[in-house]
């Protein structure tokens, strides 16, 4: 069975930092474009990170440019979102993703973690 299963719900202040965490079953991660995607209340899911097998190369969104960091860990199965500098419009629900491209053809997803950013 293909799985995705993310850390839990989590709060943070401004300003803060986060790491969340997705473990992957029935698949390596190392062959498959992976992604982190995030809905907030009343918006539309956005693709915010993408990290591509054949080139290691990432892909950001530019609300997140420069804060988050997408990565894996080959020997755990295990992709991460390193999110740093956090503010309250990053507040959503965050999933990962493998597909058959970049932020597209998604196959696999992850069940979501709420990220809530407020003092």
């Known amino acids: 069975q293909l799985q995705l299963v993310e850390s839990g719900e989590n709060l943070v202040q401004p300003g803060g930092s986060l790491r969340l965490s997705c473990k992957a079953s029935?698949?390596?991660?190392?062959?498959?474009?992976i992604a982190w995607f995030r809905q907030a209340p009343g918006k539309e899911r956005e693709g915010v990170a993408c990290?591509?097998?054949?080139?290691?190369?990432?892909y950001y969104s530019d609300s997140v440019k420069g804060r988050f960091t997408i990565s894996k860990d080959a020997a755990k199965n295990t992709m991460y979102l390193q999110m740093n500098s956090l503010k309250p419009e990053d507040t959503a629900v965050y999933y990962c993703a493998r597909g058959g491209g970049c932020f597209e053809k998604i196959e696999v997803w992850g069940q979501g973690a709420l990220v809530t950013v407020s003092s």
């Open positions: 990290l591509r097998p054949s080139d290691d190369n990432t």
């Open positions: 029935g698949f390596t991660l190392d062959y498959y474009n």
